[in-house]
């Protein structure tokens, strides 16, 4: 199981001026460790005031480089990225876990894919990392970008974006859409909408040619990005979303709220190897109980969209309030997420070694 790993910061660089890039670096006994494919995530770990503070972010970074970087954008009120954007300095410590997500399709060198992606301000940084690590890895395969941004000024990655379009002139078309500043053609003013995304899927890509298509950014436009491609015949399996932040709109309006009355099991969970058992006399979720009886189990988000919590179901059953990280195959291998996990049976074992 993925454990917390102490990390210096050997780079800092600005993308923006809302924004820092936070390069690592990795000592060589971890560097096994901390491999990673294009569209994973860290979890990391700061405390902060005297609170655990822990937050995923997007390796922007491309893996054929064995650079790893996140890119962290500064949200009003939001501790971690206050701090990595105000305070945080060369040669700092922060605790890291390894890469996780699967964000991300196997790449093949024979394939001759296209790939299409639409993302907005800080859902760019797995994308570019996505977009980097195709192009290099299938010679003959090509990729679309449409990056939605409120103006010219706030675009991440602008420089690193217009160097890969040069670079790779005929596989890489970018599109910028911009909402507070007016561009001449009325295709890319505002924001990426279900009346836009049609309009592209007319006019830029083939629906049917294209193998996979990428959304990350504002939950209001992944859920357009996913209607839309939908209503034009794109298979689920061709639609990869990335969620960082519980739903808050109509994803999250898919759950009443949900409420649990109090019940009693045996729990055992096992880490590195080792077991712990303790009675669970509760109406709060398997990891929250865990917790109270000492066992540091990992998480992030506690919101059933990062996984860093997943863990595989060895005895007994357990209900998951929600889900927005495992796949249908995880499902069905019996990986449920520990911080919406609660038990069905009296007995219940979770292995957090997967």
Known sequence: M?????????????PTEESVAVTFEIPDELQNDFSFTQGQHLTLKKD??????????????????EILTVAIK??????????????LKVGDEIEVMPPHGHFYVPL???????????????????????????????????F??????RRTSTIIFQEELEALKNRYMGRFSLYHILSKERQESDLFNGRIDSEKIQAYSRLFFSTEAVDHYFTCGPEEMMLAVQSELKKLGVPDDRIHLELFTSPVGKLGAKEKEITHEKARAEITVVLDGNSMTFPYDSDKSILDVAFDNGADLPYACKGGVCSTCVCKIEEGEVEMDVNYALEPDELER????????????NKVKLNFDV
Request: charged content about 20%; glycine content about 8%.
């Open 2 to 14: 993925a454990k917390f790993h102490t990390l210096k910061v050997k780079e800092l660089t600005r």
């Open 48 to 65: 902060l005031n005297g609170e655990d503070t822990r937050r995923s972010y997007s390796i922007c970074s491309c893996p054929i480089d």
């Open 74 to 87: 500064k949200l009003e009120g939001g501790a971690f990225s206050t701090f990595a954007n105000d305070e």
């Open 108 to 142: 093949d060198p024979s394939n001759a894919n296209s790939y299409v992606a639409f993302t907005s301000g800080s859902g760019i940084t797995p994308i570019i990392s996505i977009i980097e690590t195709t192009l290099r890895t299938e010679p003959e395969s090509e």
């Open 144 to 149: 679309t970008l449409f990056y939605g941004n």
């Open 334 to 345: 019996g990986l449920v997420l520990s911080c919406q996990s609660y038990p069905k049976t």
